[in-house]
């Protein structure tokens, strides 16, 4: 695996273009988690790593097939959290008060994070084919930072909004077969924006892992709101 990233995100990867790029099905694994018992609620830690999935789900399929957790694919993506870093939610709760602060009283420019307790998200994930093969695999990490990831007071708060980031970049090297974090950033294609708004996904598979808060959630994560209040999480098999 070679050293890569950008200016906010640490990684390293590798990725066999030729045999990805011939891949027209995947599968998603649900994402596990190495965090164990750090004093995270275990709802929580659900609502990260289902939002890993589904942001997995929604930016492969701009490409790819994506198909049932009991069919056969080309390839079998899984990733796992191997970290946390906690948000404090007191800085948090103090964040959010400053920005809702700085609204009301007009000002023209966006009031920075506490520059403490800011949290972060470190996963490692991998696409293997049909024989087992690894064929592509990323070691990501990224912390908050005071001026882009929104506070919101919750533990994972930041971890959950780090996610999509990871999924993006992860999602952009299979897709491409290509390192995703050199060349310009690729414009959202109209799937991924009607997901991402809380519409339905492309494919069938994907709605195990639950439609996106939509407009309901960037209401809240405007306001700090935990995750949970607006994220209902994986679909629930009766």
Request: glycine share 10%; net charge positive.
């Amino acid at each position: 695996m070679r050293p890569s990233g950008g200016m906010l995100t640490q990684a390293r990867l590798r990725v066999d273009s030729a045999p990805v790029l011939a891949a027209q099905t995947v599968r998603i694994v649900p994402t596990s988690t190495q965090v164990g018992s750090r004093g995270f609620d275990p709802n929580d830690l659900a609502l990260v790593t289902n939002a890993i999935d589904r942001a997995l789900c929604t930016d492969l399929a701009d490409r790819f097939k994506v198909v049932a957790t009991s069919q056969p694919a080309d390839l079998i993506v899984q990733a796992t959290v191997t970290n946390i870093v906690a948000t404090n939610r007191t800085a948090a709760a103090g964040s959010v008060v400053a920005s809702l602060g700085g609204a009301v009283a007009g000002l023209g420019v966006p009031i920075p994070r506490l520059p403490i307790g800011l949290g972060g998200l470190a996963i490692e994930a991998e696409a293997v084919d049909k024989d087992g093969s690894q064929r592509a695999a990323m070691l990501w990490s990224r912390g908050a930072n005071m001026i882009m990831t929104r506070a919101r007071v919750s533990a994972v708060g930041d971890a959950y909004s780090l996610s999509s980031a990871f999924a993006s970049d992860f999602s952009r090297m299979v897709v491409t077969g290509k390192d995703p974090f050199k060349g310009m950033p690729a414009i959202p294609s109209m799937q991924r924006l009607r997901a991402s708004l809380g519409g339905n996904p492309k494919y069938d598979a994907c709605k195990a892992f639950g439609t996106a808060p939509g407009i309901p959630g960037i209401v809240a994560a405007r306001f700090g709101l935990p995750p949970a209040w607006t994220d209902k999480g994986a679909v629930v098999s009766r």
